[in-house]
């Protein structure tokens, strides 16, 4: 039977079927995984769900816009934060909206909350009279704004999730308030009137916000009206209960009709929209056999009449249609008439030219003209090409599909079978039917049944609030008896226990805890600090008081003024008692160090004092609470009874340092580039020859002990003082710990932090006062959050060390005048002392630190720049520019005593960076002012045609070679880059000045020889051929006989040891003082250097022509040799053919060479 379909939902008219089912598929996802990340959580008393989820919106927000729409250019994947923004109800039944972000593995975390009270306004952009439209149209369909405290500006996914939303968050506040409603803006007039509750609902499964899970929502009217049009092919098959909802329905219906009024929207069904007839749809006409259907249902059960409203049922709808059909029909015939007319013409003429007799045909002409054209034999040239076999194959074909149609149709004609099928099928398709029809009223009468269900759980859920808020009360008021049942008597002990005994201090922390327990029920606001909280502050279920309104009341009141009367006289009594025992506490320290036998510094000479005033500690706590004022009082009594104490301490200390110093000895200022080096020179020398000295490299067994060994032993038989700079390590090795457990005394007794979490009542609780002592003060503490007690903490240190600034300045400034380097020695200790303090709480060491080091490094520059002054006047000052200069001989040991207190420095350390950057500088001037040196006389250089014997040039050489000789030798790099890479630019330079001086003295013993040698190779070299070149007169063979002829073994022999005397005379200690490789700075007999024990080199291994750089000159003279002899030998075979007169003399070059 004909029905009017049903109103589109607002879901449904949104697109696809495909696309709604994924898009519930997501929301229920969303929704299950919500409910687990965040409303899982249950009361461990009855196993409920402390809160309840209710719906959620995906939302998008803009950091940079997050209360206005954002302009586009502004939307980037930068500023846009997705947020699901959740609706949920508490057990008490507050309501409360969060905003949550999805995690990355699927989770949800709530971020912040709102409770629903605080929303005052929705607005919307969908009004275009009303809205601005650049607001508009940045918003869109999908942007609102949520008035929560503060404006919030979300964007949805769609406009129906918006709308959806939107109203849901309507409904609950409804609900929630009692019926209020926030202040709608911007929206469009059709949509307020849906958020009105005017327009149908959404068909949207969603639960009753406040009510619980049990309570579905209901089915919109527009769909039970739907559901009535189906319902009314069974109208003789069900008769429904006396006082039912279908009763119900029908009688409303009637009297809808009867009034001629609009169904009230609430127990009538709602008739179809008007815009279903004004869009007509094609109405299908109805067959016989849904006629036919009523009338056999009618035989199988009961009739039963329902009423449907004639307004939402046309009764023309099968007028229309059959007029309509005629018309068509007639118009079809008539145009099919025409063209038989046509066709009939068209075949006559077509028999009279094949010749049929159109008689014989009677009225199958036009049948026959059917099947012609059906063959395609239409008269022309297509029927004149085809032949008669195939004309007879698709005649013979049509008759075998004729002939075997007609045994179907027999056969179907004689099995009676299929009659029965097709019956049997028509009466259970109308069965179903019917069924469908059933089914759809008993759906609609347990739809009118879900109001009753509703009410009757929504009675169930006030009564659970109500009992919720009867539990409440009750705590409310036992707490508030409590609060005021506590008299003077229980509070006695305040006034009459005694704080110096055991059991006195017991009964009055016992009183202060529950005057203190009292008076946080009553205002918490009362501690002058931020009270310590371990309660839950995200549970509004549990009050952290007393209400606002029973704080009000008169007897609260007297019993506030009473317990604050109590606590300032107690504070009062407390103050000065803890002043007597400040005072006690010290004079027991200064009694513990007047009896030390050391005066070195120990921490745990402060722990007699400490150990008496721990016992206090909780009532401290209880006095910077309640008396703020009070408690810096108290802090600056202690200050000022330790102070004296402290200040004599350090003193003792420092003076005992001190004395333990090493003497300074004249050899420490040898160590430096600005000492007069060239005065000292001669005695110097002298002495060195008469000493068995050992090389740098083997120095490391008369190193001193690593900076910060802590037992600090020195050498078996050795001196047992100490240098100026590990003096100054001493004494922050023993001052440095005392300010720091002080600080840590002064935060752990005064309790001057918030990372401690414990409030009075819990440390009374936790030990009995004649058991308390102290945590670990010589840990290191994180440091404090709350900067302004951080800044309290520093400013008490100040006071107690306000010494010791001035003290370390001036200890430093004292190291420094015992000697300059000794300034990097404090460096490296001040550096190591503030690396393990950086990361505390100890604010006033690190600002004493950073100053010192600050400072320090200003004057190491100066120092350096003075350093490097005094080697850049050598070049002026020098008078003899031969062996080793006075700079090259300092450096060595200059590096060996700055690396001496760099042993424990990190190599990544600020020292060893500055260090190294001044090394680089230092040796680049060193370097530089040797060239200039050695320079005297640069033309003799330049002049590519000078005398290869020129003396100057020969000085350069010579010169350059000693120094670069005493460097690589002397300078021990002790694996750093920065001398490795200038140890490597000096053998450079050796080598290059070596082959240098090599050429010019191997002219004496070698020079026709060389000469010869010279220029065959120059000629070979330019490209002509060992023909021309052996033709000429210059170079014959006779003449090349000749060369070698005058090189006979007794020639060779006398021209080595020519050339030894000469080297030795080049090299010798006895031609040029500091040569020989210069021998560096001696230490004099029975002296030692307080920097290091660096002992003096030289590099002869004794007598004249003994000298390792001697016997390095002469090896490379050796090999100069050989290298003839293998010229002399490529001459000849390349040449001359290999046939020569004389032979060099080999075995007389190695003999010469070895001899002593």
Known sequence: ??????????????????????????????????????????????????????????????????????????????????????????????????????????????????????????????????????????????????????????????????????????????????????????????????????????????????????????????????????????????????????????????????????????????PAPARAVATPEPVRPETPKEQSTPKRSSNLVPEVKITVPNASRPSSIQAVPKETTQVGTLEVQTKEDRNRRVAAGNDAKYFTALGVDTSLLADGSSEFAKWLDHFGWIPGDRMRNRSFDDMKLDIDREIGKAQAGGWVARFEQDDDRVDVIKTGLDVAIAECEELDNLLTLYSVELSTLSDDIAYIEAQGQGLQVQASNQKLLRKELESLLDTCAITSDDLRALVAAPLDTTAGLEDIEQALVTLYKAMMKIDPSLTGSDPRKNDDVSNPDQPAGLGTDYGKMRIVQEKKQMYISESSQFLSKFEPFMGRQFDRASQEIKSAIEGSLTKKGDPRRHDVGREHLWKYSPLVLYAREMDLQGWNRMLQVYQEKNFPLYRSECKDLVDSWKRNIKKPTGDDTELLFTAQVEKQHESTMATARKLTVKRSQTLAKSLRSPLGDSDRKKDKGGDNRSAPYEVFAGIVDDVLPLVEIEQNFIVDFFHATTLETADFPDLVAAVKPRDRRGGDLKRHRLMEPDRDLGRRVTRAMEVIFSFLEQDLQTTVAWVLSQHALQGVGVLVVLERKQTEMVQTNQDYLNNILQKLQSGLESQFNKFVEEQIRAIEETKVKIKKRKGVIAFMRVFPNFSAAIENMLVTADTHSGVRRMVDKEYDRIIKSMFDSLKFIARENPATLTNSGADPEDKEALNFHILLIENMNHFLDEVDTRGLEILEEWKEAANNELSEHMSLYLNAVMRRPLGKLLEFLENIEAQLASGKSTGIIAALPSNSKATFDKVLSNYDGKEVRKGIEALRKRVDKHFSDDEHEGGGGGGGLTAMPGSTSTLSTVTSVSTKSGGAGGGVLVQRVLRECEKFYGDVEMRISNVTTTVYGGDVLFEWPRQEVKAAFAAK
């Open 1 to 270: 039977m004909d029905h009017p379909p049903p109103r589109p939902s607002a879901l449904s008219a949104g697109g696809s079927s495909s696309g709604l089912s994924n898009r519930a598929e997501r929301f229920e996802d969303e929704k299950r995984r919500i409910i687990e990340s965040c409303f899982a959580k249950k009361d461990p008393v009855d196993n409920s769900l402390l809160e309840t989820y209710i719906t959620h919106i995906r939302i998008l927000e803009f950091s940079t816009h997050p209360t206005s729409p954002p302009p586009p250019e502004t939307r980037t994947p930068q500023t846009e934060k997705p947020r699901v923004i959740i609706v949920a109800v508490r057990k008490s039944g507050r309501v409360r909206m969060h905003k949550s972000k999805e995690n990355a593995n699927g989770t949800f975390s709530i971020g912040k909350t709102w409770d629903l009270n605080d929303m005052t306004g929705i607005e919307s952009f969908t009004d275009a009279a009303k809205c601005d439209p650049q607001a508009r149209s940045y918003a869109g369909d999908v942007g609102f704004i949520v008035n929560l405290g503060k404006p919030y500006y979300w964007q949805a996914q769609t406009d129906k999730e918006k709308k959806f939303f939107i109203a849901s968050l309507i409904k609950i506040y409804g609900k929630y308030t009692g019926g209020g409603v926030p202040e709608l803006r911007g929206f469009d007039p059709k949509e307020k009137a849906q958020d009105d509750g005017q327009a149908s609902e959404t068909a949207a499964d969603e639960e009753r916000p406040g009510l619980g899970p049990m309570i579905k929502a209901k089915m919109s009217k527009s769909d039970i009206a739907g559901s009535m049009w189906k319902a009314a092919s069974a109208v003789s098959a069900f008769k429904p209960r006396a006082g039912g909802a279908a009763e119900r329905l029908r009688k409303a219906a009637e009297l809808a009709k009867a009034s001629e009024t609009e169904p009230d929207g609430i127990t009538g069904v709602v």
